[in-house]
């Protein structure tokens, strides 16, 4: 059994971004597991029949700091852990996300716009037996360091590469694409240049910035997204 773990704080999101990434979890992960929605929306497992809803243990962090509490001691995931982002459209399978590393190896996506220079935590798997001294340890011995940064992301590339190169198993890229443009060696970052379209063979699109899912014309997307 697996923990699928995603992250809900804050009024960034409707509660609608919680049940429809359950319902493309539900569609698309065969595997055990159990649906845990970390948040501080205490009506959201009402809203979401069949989340397990829990509260991260320190309420001082904000945004994506938010999401390094995955590794904090007291969270209390056992086991193997796989998140995914809420901005996310799942296309096809998930399975092999969970069987392409070992429970005792860290798995997690390139960047889209800087792949030779950064992780981008929309995706990833990892075990608390060594993550949390990998990372939320890191992020609490430089605490004033990582403030100066654009996030999370920072935070768990660093680790990795000071900690964790032998336990580092990076996706595919084939598996994974942006939104916003298919391949992370040709990022499209003029809106004029962007075209939108699907990758057939990847499981995951990312949407990063905007627009968000809800609000995407592409067919594709709305097939998906529900």
Known sequence: MINFCCVYYGDKYPTKYVEVLYNMVKRYLTLPHKFICFTDHVKLQKIVPGIETRTFPEHNLQGWWNKLQLFHPKTKLKGVNF?????????????????????????????FGQPQRYFNSSVMKWNNDFATEMIWEEYQKNLEHYKTLQGDQNVITDAMNLHGKKILKPYPDEWTFSYKWTHRKKPKFGEASRTYEVVDDASIAVFHGKPNPHESTQDWVKDNWK
């Open 83 to 111: 998140y995914m982002d809420l901005d996310v459209v799942v296309l096809q399978s998930l399975d092999k996300f969970i069987e392409f590393s070992e429970p005792d190896e860290f798995s997690i996506i390139r960047d």
